[in-house]
């Protein structure tokens, strides 16, 4: 069922969800309860009640009316923090900022974006972009107080407060947010004094053009960034090792989706040789890099390559305990690329308990994945009732049109 099949009345229901009752949305909304009750029965509303309906529930009233359909992982804490996320980034860059903005402090901004970094790369993305909606108005009240000349390192503070809530919308499909997002990071890392700053930003961007399928930009993008900061090893420090690593990494990371095999060759070898010179994980700039990052991520370049053997053969000398030096959201990525390796060497068991124990342990992180609804899609002959399992924890049931549908409405989000 579409969502524009939906009435109005049951989309408000569906937006509302489990966690906000018609007393709760009466009151976030300034109505009765009845009025709530009516809506939902069918009633129509005046421009001005569904403004503030919609503004209650976190969505465009083009969501509302069924013009547009919500994303399936939002629940209305995420559409909440979007909305708000969405009115910083272009009040901030259009110099409106809050009455009551505090006057920044470098230290302090640095800690809140590091923080920041820390819930994003846990898989709390709600999380990242509420926090990220306050760094933004801070970093550019902090700007605004510095003297002509010596504004560099604020406006590196700015750069990175816009690439982490581009990262966030990107990551949440808002695709238009995350666009505007990063290229305001871009004047901010070109007026910023930080030689890394623009190639982290660029980065970023290629990371936007890889999710909005722009392949070839992406790849471009990603070769000119890691080329721009390719350093001397033999006097490089960890933190210009790690934002190298990382890029060169993203680089073979699209070269694969793009199926070039060679260049995926040409940029993995520099991978493991910036991963080796490290010996260890180190993170810098919002991002963690090393060795066991370089192999993980091997990983799901050769499930992209279609290298089921290799990708398996790369898995078995992956340890727990070098999984335990990676991030959360690294540790779940590289479960996925292993449950996907599994189901394609139709190793159905294998992949759907490793698929099962990743959407347990990480619950948040899974919801914003599109990874596992294809997964299930792959193990269509192990036990139905496994598979049941695990689509009710991906919020699908399988078996509708050759692949799978809403489980109840509200999981349609």
């Known amino acids: 069922?579409?969502?524009?099949?939906?009435?109005?009345?049951?989309?408000?229901?569906?937006?509302?969800?489990?966690?906000?009752?018609?007393?709760?949305?009466?009151?976030?909304?300034?109505?009765?309860?009845?009025?709530?009750?009516?809506?939902?029965?069918?009633?129509?509303?005046?421009?001005?009640?569904?403004?503030?309906?919609?503004?209650?529930?976190?969505?465009?009233?083009?969501?509302?009316?069924?013009?547009?359909?919500?994303?399936?992982?939002?629940?209305?804490?995420?559409?909440?923090?979007?909305?708000?996320?969405?009115?910083?980034?272009?009040d901030t860059a259009a110099g409106l900022l809050p009455d009551d903005v505090g006057e920044g402090e470098a230290g302090a901004l640095r800690e809140a974006i590091d923080r920041c970094w820390d819930s994003y790369w846990k898989g709390e993305y709600t999380a990242a972009g509420a926090l990220a909606i306050p760094i933004l108005p801070q970093a550019a009240a902090y700007l605004r107080d510095q003297p002509v000349g010596q504004q560099g390192p604020a406006w590196g503070l700015l750069a990175d407060g816009y690439r982490l809530a581009a990262y966030v919308a990107n990551l949440m499909g808002a695709r238009d947010l995350a666009y505007a997002a990063i290229g305001h990071a871009q004047v901010a890392a070109e007026h910023s004094d930080d030689e890394l700053q623009p190639a982290l930003v660029a980065s970023g961007r290629a990371w936007v053009?890889?999710?909005?399928?722009?392949?070839?930009?992406?790849?471009?993008?990603?070769?000119?960034?890691?080329?721009?900061?390719?350093?001397?090893?033999?006097?490089a420090t960890p933190e210009q090792l790690t934002v190298y690593g990382s890029h060169v990494n993203f680089a073979a990371v699209v070269a694969s989706r793009m199926k070039n095999k060679e260049l995926v060759k040409d940029y993995l070898s520099q991978s493991n040789a910036t991963g080796a010179r490290m010996g260890n994980e180190h993170r810098a700039r919002g991002t963690l890099f090393g060795p066991v990052t370089a192999d993980t991520q091997a990983v799901g370049i050769a499930v992209a390559l279609g290298q089921t053997g290799k990708?398996?053969?790369?898995?078995?000398?992956?340890?727990?305990?070098?999984?335990?030096?990676?991030?959360?959201?690294?540790?779940?990525?590289?479960?996925?690329?292993?449950?996907?390796?599994?189901?394609?060497?139709?190793?159905?068991?294998?992949?759907?308990?490793?698929?099962?124990?990743?959407?347990?342990?990480?619950?948040?992180?899974?919801?914003?994945?599109?990874?596992?609804?294809?997964?299930?899609?792959?193990?269509?002959?192990?036990?139905?009732?496994?598979?049941?399992?695990?689509?009710?924890?991906?919020?699908?049931?399988?078996?509708?049109?050759?692949?799978?549908?809403?489980?109840?409405?509200?999981?349609?989000?």
């Open 209 to 235: 053009y890889l999710r909005d399928a722009r392949l070839e930009d992406a790849l471009k993008l990603a070769e000119r960034a890691a080329v721009d900061i390719e350093p001397r090893f033999s006097t």
């Open 1 to 90: 069922m579409q969502w524009s099949d939906y009435t109005t009345g049951e989309r408000i229901k569906i937006l509302r969800g489990k966690g906000i009752s018609q007393a709760d949305l009466a009151e976030m909304t300034g109505l009765s309860v009845a009025t709530i009750q009516k809506f939902e029965q069918g009633k129509q509303m005046s421009l001005n009640t569904l403004l503030r309906v919609a503004d209650a529930l976190g969505v465009d009233t083009s969501v509302i009316l069924g013009q547009q359909a919500p994303r399936r992982a939002m629940l209305q804490t995420d559409r909440t923090m979007m909305r708000a996320l969405s009115r910083t980034i272009h």
């Open 311 to 413: 990708a398996l053969d790369l898995i078995s000398g992956i340890t727990d305990g070098a999984l335990g030096k990676l991030t959360d959201a690294a540790r779940n990525r590289f479960a996925m690329d292993k449950a996907m390796a599994q189901a394609d060497a139709k190793l159905w068991d294998a992949s759907l308990d490793t698929l099962e124990k990743a959407l347990v342990e990480a619950p948040v992180w899974a919801r914003h994945q599109a990874l596992p609804s294809v997964i299930v899609q792959k193990v269509g002959r192990a036990s139905t009732t496994r598979i049941r399992r695990v689509s009710e924890l991906i919020g699908v049931r399988p078996g509708v049109e050759g692949g799978f549908a809403p489980a109840t409405r509200k999981s349609a989000l």
